[in-house]
């Protein structure tokens, strides 16, 4: 029986990058981070898939391997592989809203990294997020400047969270934050599984002149243990759905207006 032949020196570079990237990463950061092309990223990670070394997912892959015993929920990019086309629709209408120049914070969401890569189409602008992938996407292109905040670093979310990173955030005046959530409830808006993303939320958005949610429809069924900031400081939901009536009365109340990324489709 022949031996399976060694991986190529491309594959043993895909391997690596992910290893760095914390054992996750989409293929446009995997090829900006290898200067070849996302069609040579997707070949190599298949390769990689049928040898078991990595597995697939919408726009990207993770390494293969056993959970780290801190992990209390899906890893990053198992969610990056979760309604991919809904989560680009969302950020396609994000993007309108956020004009050349203007200083913006990006939080470490896989609906958030779509915003990222849809703001490759902007210029001169102020990027501080905790987000390795965030931070890949938006650094040193296209007149940017990344900021990408200190603290503890969480392998599973691929960013930075604590007391550093919630220091450095409330040093900055954000024209824009986009924000993400594990859950929306219409009693206490913005919901997470994690205390120490909670606690950046609202040193954020304390400094924010406009703070946009991003996320698709199936967290307004989810639950999470730890509060947001005050829904009052929201300022707008951009989601592929409509929310049920609770959350819908529950947005008005608080004034938070909401964008559907496409009513064609509610209305089918």
């Known amino acids: 029986m022949s031996k399976p032949a060694p991986p190529s020196h491309r594959e043993v570079e895909l391997l690596e990058t992910l290893r760095r990237l914390g054992g ?20 190599t990670i ?18 293969v391997g056993p959970r780290s ?3 209390t929920g899906p890893s990053f990019f198992r969610r990056m592989g979760e309604n991919p086309d809904e989560k680009a629709q969302i950020a396609a209408a994000v993007l309108p809203r956020i004009e050349d120049g203007m200083t913006v914070f990006l939080d470490v969401g896989s609906t958030t990294s779509f915003v990222a890569e849809a703001l490759r189409q902007r210029r001169n602008l102020t990027v501080v997020t905790n987000s390795i992938g965030v931070a890949q996407l938006l650094a ?14 969480c392998s599973d979310d691929r960013g930075t969270f604590g007391p550093v990173a919630e220091a450095q955030a409330a040093r900055f005046a954000f024209d824009v934050v986009v924000l993400s959530a594990d859950a929306l409830s219409p009693k206490y808006g913005l919901l997470f599984h994690n205390a ?4 950046l939320t609202l040193a954020v958005t304390a400094a924010a002149e406009q703070v946009i949610v991003v996320t698709t429809h199936s967290k307004f069924t989810e639950s999470a243990p730890h509060r947001g900031p005050a829904p009052q400081q929201l300022s707008l939901l951009v989601s592929d759905r409509e929310p049920g009536k609770k959350l ?20 089918a």
């Open 24 to 43: 996750s990463g989409r293929s446009a950061e995997l090829a900006l981070m290898l200067d070849v092309s996302e069609e040579t990223v997707r070949r």
């Open 46 to 63: 298949k390769t990689l898939a049928k040898a078991g070394s990595v597995e697939r997912v919408r726009g990207g892959a993770y390494l």
């Open 69 to 71: 015993s801190g992990e």
């Open 140 to 153: 040193n292109h296209n007149g940017n400047r990344l900021h990408l905040l200190g603290g503890e670093m």
């Open 196 to 199: 120490a993303e909670a606690e």
């Open 248 to 267: 819908a009365r529950a947005l008005t109340d608080w004034g938070v207006a909401f964008a559907l990324t496409n009513p064609a489709a509610e209305e």
